[in-house]
C-alpha cells in the first residue's frame, strides 16, 4: 500500500539508510504516475482512503494495459470498470492474476485482506434484466472490501419475493437498489429498513422509459429518503456504499 511504503521511506532517511535525495525519488512519484495519455493518481489513496479505479471505456487496449501496469508496478490492487469481454480477456493473458468478470464488465486484482466495512453491504436487483448494473456495484463493493451480498430479481411485479427476503434486507447496514423501468423498488426498501438505501436506476425498460430517465426522475421523487445516482451507475453506488459502511 502507498501510505505504508511512504512510512518506510522517512523511517528509512531517519534511520540514516536512505539520503533525502532517494527518499524524493520515491515520494515524487506517489501523487500521480504520468503515462502521457493518463495521470494515474496514485495519491488518492492516501488522500480518501480508496483508491482510484480506472473507467475502462473508450479507453484503447494499449492504455488499458499501460493504466493496469502502473498499478502493479507498485504492487496495488487494480479495478478497470466497463470493460468488454475482448478487452477483458486481453487483459487476463498479460496479467494471470487478475479476474474478468463478464456480467459485471469489470477487470480486477486484488490481494487478499480483511474486511474494512463494519457491516454487510447489500445489493438488490428490482429484475433479472438489472443485474448486469448490480454486478458492477457488487463486485465494485467487494474489491473495496465489504462484506457484500446480493439479492436479485425481487422488484414490484412480485412483491412477494422481497418480503419473503425481509431477514437479509434487516442484516445490511447499506442497501444499494438498481431499478429500471419505472424504478419503484428502492423507494419501498427505503419505506422498510432503517439504513441508508442507494438507489441506481439501470436504462432497461420500454419506450417511455427514455432509456433509464424514468426511473432516475422517480428515484428523485422518492417519498421515502434514498441518495440516487446517475443511470447504470453500479460502481458509483458501491463507491459511497464503501465511505458509509467504513464511518
Not at 487496449?61 to 479495478?79: E, H, M, P, T, Y
Not at 438489472?130 to 456495484?137: L, P
Request: proline share 3%.
Amino acid at each position: 500500500m502507498i501510505d505504508e511504503k511512504v512510512i518506510d521511506l522517512l523511517n528509512a532517511v531517519r534511520d540514516g539508510r536512505l539520503s533525502v535525495a532517494d527518499a524524493y525519488e520515491g515520494l515524487k512519484h506517489v501523487p500521480y504516475d504520468d503515462l502521457d495519455h493518463s495521470k494515474i493518481d496514485h495519491h488518492r489513496l492516501l488522500r480518501k482512503g480508496v483508491q482510484e479505479v480506472v473507467f475502462g471505456e473508450e479507453k484503447t487496449l494499449a492504455q488499458l494495459l499501460d493504466i493496469v501496469g502502473s498499478f502493479r508496478q507498485k504492487d496495488l490492487d487494480v479495478l478497470v470498470t466497463r470493460v468488454d469481454a475482448a478487452p477483458g480477456e486481453q487483459l487476463v493473458r498479460a496479467y494471470p492474476e487478475g479476474t474478468y468478470c463478464t456480467e459485471a464488465r469489470c477487470f480486477f486484482i486484488r490481494k487478499e485482506k480483511p474486511i474494512e466495512g463494519k457491516g454487510i453491504v447489500l445489493v438488490v436487483s428490482a429484475g433479472t434484466s438489472d443485474a448486469k448494473v448490480a454486478e458492477e456495484a457488487y463486485r465494485t463493493s467487494l474489491f473495496f472490501g465489504n462484506e457484500t451480498e446480493k439479492l436479485y430479481d425481487v422488484g414490484v411485479a412480485g412483491i412477494h419475493r422481497l418480503f419473503q427476503n425481509m431477514e437479509k434486507l434487516r442484516r445490511a447496514r447499506v442497501v444499494i437498489v438498481a431499478a429500471g423501468m419505472e424504478g419503484a423498488l428502492p423507494s419501498i426498501i427505503a419505506g422498510i429498513v432503517g439504513v441508508p438505501v442507494i438507489a441506481v436506476p439501470t436504462s432497461v425498460g420500454y419506450g417511455a422509459s427514455f432509456s433509464g430517465l424514468t426511473a432516475l426522475l422517480a428515484m428523485l421523487n422518492s417519498c421515502s429518503t434514498v441518495a440516487v445516482f446517475n443511470i447504470d451507475n453500479g460502481f458509483g453506488a458501491a463507491y459511497y456504499a464503501t465511505l458509509i459502511n467504513r464511518l
